[in-house]
């Protein structure tokens, strides 16, 4: 391990030098910090990061079999609390893909690179009354800055107001202030190079006289109950003009466990839907006039594993998935169909005696590829 760490600080030092527009992460803009965007299916996760920590593992190694069933380093994930998290993995002999997160007391650097184009994130952080904010979020694009936002806050730790700034421009692009009634938030104003462009609230009070040239809006939200005893969470949102969208939420009982979410546009036509149940999982994205778009049902076994996975487009059957698990509940196999259900590829995936992932081996219609991974 002492070999492996020693060379860490010249590959991070170079990737950190990378350049970029990531698609890795988006922004959370209530704390400033980017956030995994890509969607997880119920079921798929297979619990290696839980046994990774159980084992005390430092690092997993990947490697690939060429040709001639030779093994051939293609990444390196980091897991020791000691070291900056680190991913790093080779697609082709010239791109690779990696992130990675140092911190210290008053920043955290996210440094990132995906298909080709790379990203990084530098917060800077503050302390009120024991806990840290975000002070202030810089985005570069490449290695030139691409924005900033600056936080501002009150002595209970509450936004006052934000600056955003437009590459390396010191005067700001843009001011959002807020106000809060009753400790909610009540009322947002945004400018816009100096001018107040809208006003938004969110306590469902009437909108008022419109003032010249900007826009007020409004957002309500309701909690009820159905005859089932299951909360349903209504959001409203009503823009300028009038039209109002709609976010129904459907929570198990009183808990905040999500059991179904639909939303409607302005002339209330369905935009999304998302159900879970015992059996199954379904989730269907809308386009104009509530025509579906896509769909993606997922069929559950009696422990909760995805077994089955049905992709449609616009009503039509698109692929098919099947998964089997063994007798600890890890997937040891994905079988893939296509749209007129001929098998495409095949997945199957061998443990150790530690349900740590040591092999997978994927087989197409033409080529089969081998990974295999050891643990440090």
């Not at 430092?58 to 490697?63: G, R, S």
Request: hydrophobic residues 25%; aromatic residues 16%.
């Amino acid at each position: 391990m002492k070999k492996l760490f020693l060379i860490l600080p010249i590959i991070i030092g170079t990737l950190f030098s990378g350049s970029l527009n990531a698609q890795y992460y988006y922004s959370d803009y209530s704390t400033g910090e980017p956030v995994f965007y890509y969607f997880r299916y119920y079921g798929m996760n297979d619990s290696q990061d839980s046994l990774i920590k159980l084992h005390n593992i430092e690092a997993q190694k990947t490697y690939s079999l060429n040709d001639k069933g030779e093994k051939v380093f293609s990444g390196i994930k980091l897991y020791d609390e000691k070291y900056p998290k680190f991913d790093l993995s080779f697609r082709t002999k010239k791109k690779i893909t990696y992130s990675t997160t140092t911190s210290t007391e008053n920043f955290t650097v996210y440094d990132w690179k995906h298909w080709g184009s790379s990203s990084k994130q530098v917060t800077r952080f503050e302390k009120l009354n024991g806990k840290k904010f975000p002070k202030e979020r810089i985005y570069f694009s490449g290695n030139k800055i691409y924005s900033r936002t600056q936080y501002f806050r009150n002595d209970t730790g509450r936004i006052d107001s934000t600056l955003f700034f437009r590459k390396r421009n010191t005067q700001p692009y843009s001011r959002t202030y807020y106000l809060y009634k009753n400790n909610k938030l009540a009322e947002t104003k945004y400018y816009k190079k100096g001018k107040l462009k809208y006003v938004r609230k969110y306590d469902c009070t009437p909108l008022g006289e419109k003032v010249k040239k900007v826009k007020k809006t409004a957002v309500c939200s309701n909690t009820e109950f159905d005859k089932d005893g299951n909360k349903i969470v209504v959001n409203e949102f009503t823009n300028e003009k009038g039209k109002t969208t709609k976010t129904k939420r459907t929570f198990k009982g009183n808990s905040n466990v999500l059991i179904k979410r639909e939303s409607f546009d302005g002339d209330n036509n369905s935009t999304f839907f998302f159900e879970k149940t015992d059996s199954k999982i379904t989730q269907i994205n809308y386009r104009r006039k509530g025509k579906e778009s896509y769909k993606l049902v997922q069929h559950l076994d009696q422990k909760g594993n995805v077994i089955k996975q049905e992709r449609f487009h616009k009503t039509k059957l698109k692929s098919t998935v099947l998964y089997e698990f063994n007798d600890q509940n890890f997937k040891t196999k994905e079988i893939y169909f296509n749209k007129k259900r001929e098998l495409t590829k095949e997945t199957t995936i061998e443990y150790d005696k530690r349900n740590l992932i040591i092999k997978k081996t994927i087989k197409g219609e033409k080529d089969t590829f081998t990974q295999i991974f050891e643990y440090l």
